[in-house]
């Protein structure tokens, strides 16, 4: 007798066992046509599995979440499969379904171009439209190695060395194709049905590494209806006209180049606006009760791994060699550093909390594959801080950073933010005893600050747990950006003490704590959330005064100097050029006000203010303008 519990509670006994497909039927009819896999005692499993003892079951339908990441693996399988009909010389290496849609990585001496991958669709569609089955076999290790070398798959073979002897090796195979795969995949490609696309090329180390091959990745997405394909195929290519990259060469803020993978060489008009950005965070720092500091970009060997971070983070860590034979790391992140500072002279439990901020600049590696922009970058400037105080102290200084983070989010215009409370991840310091806690304490924090969140099962930090604060920009595009840390670990590592009540050391609790995490992504996210039209005080050039004609050239000074006492940083454009290119030009630079002087505006000592994204000019006195200008200010 075997005794299932499905998601409703309600219970189903069968005699004899069961296959998920035929446990779908007996629920009912509609449930049978849209399963597509079933999670039995929360692993995800096919159709065809055999449930034979008593279980938790769920039924995983085609529009459900998990129902869209089966088919879009699928969907990698099937890409395989065309890629070998068409290609049979390449090696397939990896497919995995991703956010949005899915990748394969292939081995090919040719590159792809975008007339493969519509050669590529078109065989998919042919592979779906057969409705090939999909069968699991297990098979033997040598079996395996044997099969795979002899097709040339040599990435498989080295896939199949790798995974651990107790582990089973799982094959998938619909027609003639076979893929080393773990699954679960749908009963049949049928199911993937034509709502797909092949999106773009990519290079990708080969295990992200740059000592190994440079592989050709194809990114393709995959939907259940023609409506969530339009609809993302439409916020992709608003994405491209809002590409950072693209919108930061216009504007003339920065640019990259390869002598320096993952890092930013900012222009002048992009520095000043960074500098702006981290003032205003420096303000609102100050006023909420930091103190600021500052700690060496480089630290030795010895206190990482005191800290934990030689042992949990080391491959992602610069390291220098010196001729002295120590070994320095270019600090991956700052709290070390910080705590050093905290434990200069002796703290009393009065002087609690201590607030520490750090525009600290860090230093992590990311394969080059994964080096993206601003987004993903091997330098970069975090706004860290990390709050030195006690366990009563906990629940309330983390609503207050709360508070701070969600209030200047709001400031930047983002008004959706998406809370997750990250617990203990399987690679960590600490005992249990410390992490319970510690994670009590942040999750009575969440609570009591009265936001809604989500549990992100098994994605804290290494040292504590933590909030991830997650924004929805203009497209609907999700960032993660802000964090909150409860820490009980780092203290104890690099002995960190307080003087408590009763004159005894004690260890302080430590929250660290970033507003927008890195101040480079933060601003390729302000860039792509406002098109480039930033707010008026944190755009590149605010004012573009642009004459008509030369020989208003000495009008047109006048204004710049009034308007210089403002602090603004203006234009002033008194190029023989036609006033149409002029606008043009300073439009497509993203400025927000562009005056306007000629032979009217001359006389009657007024400005045409014309504005970005505004249609409807306006004619102005001068001291009128100004004061509209000072408003915007």
Known sequence: ?????LSDGSKKKFSSPIQGRELAKKISSSLSKSAIAISVDGELKDLNYEINKDCNAIIITKDSDLGIEILRHDAAHVMAEAVKILYPEVQVTIGPPIENGFYYDFSKKEPFTPEDLKKIEAKMLEIINKNERFDREIWDRKKAIDYF????????VEIIKDIPSKEEISVYKQGKFLDLCRGPHSQSTGKIGKFFKLIKLAGAYWKGDSNNEMLQRIYGTAWTTKKDLDNYLEILEEADKRDHRKLGREMDLFHFQEESPGSIFWHNKGWDVFMRLQNYLRNKQTKAGYEEINTPDMLDRSLWEKSGHWEKFKENMFTIDTEDERVFALKPMNCPGCIQVFNQGIKSYKDLPIK????????????????HGMMRVRSFTQDDAHIFCTEDQITNECIEVTNLILEIYKYFGFSNIKINYADRPKKRVGKDDIWDKSEEALLKAVKKAGVEYEINKGEGAFYGPKIEFVLKDAINREWQCGTVQVDFNLPERLNANYVNEKGEKQRPVLIHRALFGSLERFLGILIEHYNGKLPFWL????????????KFNDFGNEIYKKLSELNLKIDFDSRNEKINYKIREHSFKKVPIILIVGEKEKKENSVTIRELSVDKQKFLKLDKAIEYIKKKI
């Open 1 to 5: 007798m075997v005794s299932i519990k």
């Open 149 to 156: 070398k002899k097709q040339g798959e040599l990435y498989k």
């Open 356 to 371: 520490m901020s750090e525009f600290g600049k860090v230093h992590r590696y990311e394969p080059s594959g994964a080096v």
């Open 539 to 550: 755009a590149p050039t605010q004012i573009s005064i642009c004459t008509i004609t030369e």
